[in-house]
């Protein structure tokens, strides 16, 4: 396929005769032609071995079209192909923009579904267990009817389709298809249900979307024996693969929750209240209520200081710790007696739950705090109103190993951020690739070099833990928002420093402020993007997934190298880890990870080729220490200036044009 490919980037391909404009990008046809390449080469590997996988890296910079450069080879090959992203953002354009363009061009209908997590769609057998309780309150009872009436049109149960239907609403959760109370085909509502039908139309598609979440959660069944949505495939692709290691850290270990606890003592009282008679339904609740008391109790002899613990060490200084864990395996193993003893179906399903949250604690809470697996790092989360507890593989390599690497064919890895100093080497180390994945790197297409400039103070402005920083930076943040008149994203790498610089600035700004949190994300991205002039300040999800062209977001300031917190009993393991590995923590491992973060933050400013713009990073460490070199090597290639006269002045030299013209 590999000349079908080349002819549909051609400048007199059919890509070509459907864009006005169009003008083929070298970048993009590499890639294509190494995705094209994987897929059609004739697969010799064994089913079930480490090396069965064929393995492409790709870091394609914004700019490239990475999108239609797997999608096209991917469609063209004839084979079924799983594209699997971090963000419902990018699903959305590929559903909506890019497989509908390469429908267009290729004057075919493309066989491609988009399957989201279960939790996104409506549970039939909830939902009426929900409209028979005998305690809905009046106050949903609007909200109520309008779900009955989406239901006699709704051909999927997204709740997508409910535009009115908010974020927080309590509603969705009482009704969701959630995985850990589903019935499966013991369900009275199986021939109607919505997750099945999807199961049917998702073995029929050539082309799934899928998230990371959905794609690891179906890997993990699928070796523990169970289906679950995706049909085999012959090829994935992740696309946004710099979340890969982080997601396969969450389903290859295991957790407890207090919530999940919650969430089965609820289920319990329902199912009790509308199918058992008056003295065995007042029985049962009693008993999940009893439940949810134990571990009630449980939860309070952790600390009320919210975050993330060593577990082992706090057990060590419980004297009574294996007492308290066995009382509440015993309060569970009772409740699976009871539940069983109520008839099959939906109660085999609850009894099952409690089975597994009874396992899942043995895991995560050993009653010999000496006796556990070395491989795990073993961590509490102290949250507003809840504990929970987990078990972390210290390493994602083997299980990737084992479950991907052996089962798929064809597996393309691709982001804009997988490199750092322009090499692949701390990315495939951590995801357990060997020599044989290919790699590729392909920079951005976008006119840096002219039309950006990277802003590092000079060596006076004091580093980040030397006293004076925090009013430094107000004042540098201050300074730099009235050369780029306002139009900036402040990213942060804490809360703390982000609320200090949001208090100095109120009042102080002849421009508006916008601070995350006082809105929700998307409310605060469209203000930003209308008010040309504001100021957004935020943290964490927003240095990345902010796709703002134009003038709106003509600086990206940072405040500082973006750390980990060594403190994190992941991040301590890990580190760890490393050194027992004979390597340097430091470098192996944190300064790589800081910078993929930062060049996500920084890959902010310049969305499309007509932007321009200014990245400042308010920390001179990047010239005052060894490893500044490392994030400066990762910069995208703009001139660096030091001073502020020059960043008023490329200020001057961008607004000239448009002062011209006028």
């Not at 003008?23 to 294509?32: F, L, Y």
């Not at 590929?94 to 061009?105: M, N, T």
């Not at 099952?352 to 899942?360: A, I, K, S, V």
């Not at 697996?373 to 972390?392: G, N």
């Amino acid at each position: 396929m590999e000349q079908s490919v080349q002819a549909f980037f051609s400048k007199d391909g059919p890509l070509a005769a459907r864009l006005a404009g169009y003008e083929p990008r070298p970048d993009q046809v590499r890639m294509a032609r190494a995705v094209d390449e994987l897929l059609q080469t004739p697969h010799h590997g064994t089913a079930g071995q480490p090396d069965f996988c064929r393995i492409l890296v790709v870091e394609a910079e914004t700019g490239v079209g990475k999108s239609l450069a797997y999608l096209a080879p991917a469609v063209l090959s004839g084979k079924r192909v799983v594209v699997s992203t971090a963000t419902i953002n990018l699903q959305d354009q590929l559903i909506d923009k890019e497989i509908p363009l390469l429908s267009a061009v290729l004057g075919t209908e493309i066989d491609a579904l988009c399957v989201k997590g279960r939790q996104n769609y409506l549970c039939l057998y909830r939902w009426y267990q929900h409209r028979s309780s005998p305690q809905l309150s009046l106050v949903n009872e609007e909200d109520d009817s309008r779900i009955e009436q989406w239901l006699e049109s709704t051909e999927t149960g997204d709740r997508a389709e409910l535009a009115w239907l908010t974020d927080r609403s309590p509603l969705w959760p009482k009704i969701s298809a959630l995985s850990h109370q589903c019935f499966g085909s013991d369900c009275p509502e199986y021939a109607s249900c919505f997750i099945s039908r999807l199961r049917k139309k998702a073995g029929a598609a050539r082309l799934l979307v899928v998230n990371h979440h959905l794609y690891f959660s179906d890997l993990v069944l699928r070796q523990q024996g169970y289906g679950e949505l995706l049909p085999r495939h012959e090829a994935v692709v992740f696309d946004e693969a710099h979340h890969l290691e982080q997601v396969a850290t969450t389903f290859f270990g295991t957790a407890f929750g207090q919530y999940q606890v919650y969430d089965l003592a609820g289920d319990i009282v329902r199912q009790a209240e509308s199918d058992l008679s008056p003295e065995d339904g007042d029985r049962i609740v009693a008993m999940a209520r009893g439940l949810k008391q134990r571990v009630d109790l449980f939860a309070g002899l952790f600390p009320a200081k919210r975050g993330r613990f060593d577990l082992l060490g706090f057990v060590r200084a419980q004297d009574d710790w294996a007492q308290q864990v066995q009382s509440v395996v015993d309060a569970l193993q009772r409740c699976a007696d009871q539940l069983a003893a109520c008839g099959a179906d939906v109660w085999a399903a609850l009894t099952e739950r409690c089975d597994e949250l009874r396992r899942n604690l043995l895991v995560v809470a050993p009653l010999d705090p000496e006796g556990h697996s070395a491989s795990h790092v073993y961590w509490y989360e102290r949250r507003e109103r809840s504990i929970s507890l987990s078990a972390t593989p210290v390493h994602v390599a083997d299980d990737l190993q084992r479950t991907l690497y052996a089962t798929v064919p064809n597996c393309i890895l691709t982001s804009a951020t997988l490199a750092t100093s322009n090499r692949f080497d701390y990315f495939c180390r951590q995801l357990g690739l060997t020599e044989t994945a290919m790699t590729l790197q392909l920079k951005s297409p976008f006119p840096y070099r002219e039309q950006a400039l990277i802003y590092i103070p000079d060596n006076a402005f004091p580093e980040p833990a030397q006293p004076g920083y925090e009013a430094a930076l107000v004042d540098k943040v201050f300074e730099l928002l009235a050369i780029s008149k306002g139009r900036a994203l402040v990213l942060f790498t804490s809360f703390k420093g982000m609320d200090a610089v949001a208090a100095a600035l109120t009042g102080r700004l002849d421009y508006p402020l916008l601070v995350q949190g006082t809105a929700a994300r998307s409310t605060l991205l469209s203000r930003f993007r209308q008010e040309k002039a504001s100021v957004l300040l935020a943290v964490a999800s927003f240095w990345e997934g902010v796709d703002i062209p134009g003038e709106s977001l003509s600086a990206v300031l940072i405040d500082k190298l973006p750390f980990e917190v060594p403190s994190d009993p992941v991040v301590q393991a890990r580190m760890q880890a490393v050194d027992h590995e004979g390597g340097n923590p430091f470098f192996d491992f944190q300064v790589p990870r800081a910078v993929l973060t930062l060049r996500q933050g920084v890959g902010r400013l310049m969305r499309s080729s007509r932007d321009a713009g200014l990245i400042a990073l308010l920390d001179t460490r990047l010239f005052k220490k060894r490893y500044g070199k490392v994030f400066l090597d990762s910069l995208p290639p703009a001139p660096i200036v030091r001073d502020t006269e020059s960043v008023a002045r490329f200020f001057a030299g961008l607004a000239a044009p448009a002062a011209d013209q006028d």
